[in-house]
Nanobody
Framework: QVQLVESGGGLVQAGGSLRLSCAASGRTFSAYAMGWFRQAPGKEREFVASFNWSGSNTYYTDSVKGRFTISRDIAKNTVYLHMNSLKPEDTAVYYC?????????????????????WGQGTQVTVSS
């Protein structure tokens, strides 16, 4: 089975930075897109960023634009989320996801329903 493993979460002061990693494994696995979501206590799961492999396009929710960057390492089958200028409101469990269905090179992959595999999450806590 395909496995997604997140890492890199932790406690950081406001204004600091973290890099999250999501490594995908599976001998026959191939994804069209990978994304990051987050969920704060008592809140709905929120789209953060995505990478569409077929179009090499990235997408971000408005609240993280200019602060977060999603990238990938093809050889390592890994996506990263570089988070800068962190704010307390960024505190959440961050999940990575992989989509194996092709919705087109320009699809933003912002909805959880388009993803097929999910990691277990990594906690990010930003203190004021």
């Amino acid at each position: 089975q395909v496995q997604l493993v997140e890492s890199g979460g932790g406690l950081v002061q406001a204004g600091g930075s973290l890099r999250l990693s999501c490594a995908a494994s599976g001998r026959t696995f191939s994804a069209y897109a990978m994304g990051w979501f987050r969920q704060a206590p008592g809140k709905e799961r929120e789209f953060v960023a995505s990478f569409n492999w077929s179009g090499s396009n990235t997408y971000y929710t408005d609240s993280v634009k200019g602060r977060f960057t999603i990238s990938r390492d093809i050889a390592k089958n890994t996506v990263y989320l570089h988070m800068n200028s962190l704010k307390p409101e960024d505190t959440a469990v961050y999940y990575c996801a992989a989509g194996i269905k092709n919705y087109g090179s320009n699809n933003h992959y912002t909805h959880p329903s388009v993803y097929d595999y999910w990691g277990q999450g990594t906690q990010v806590t930003v203190s004021s």
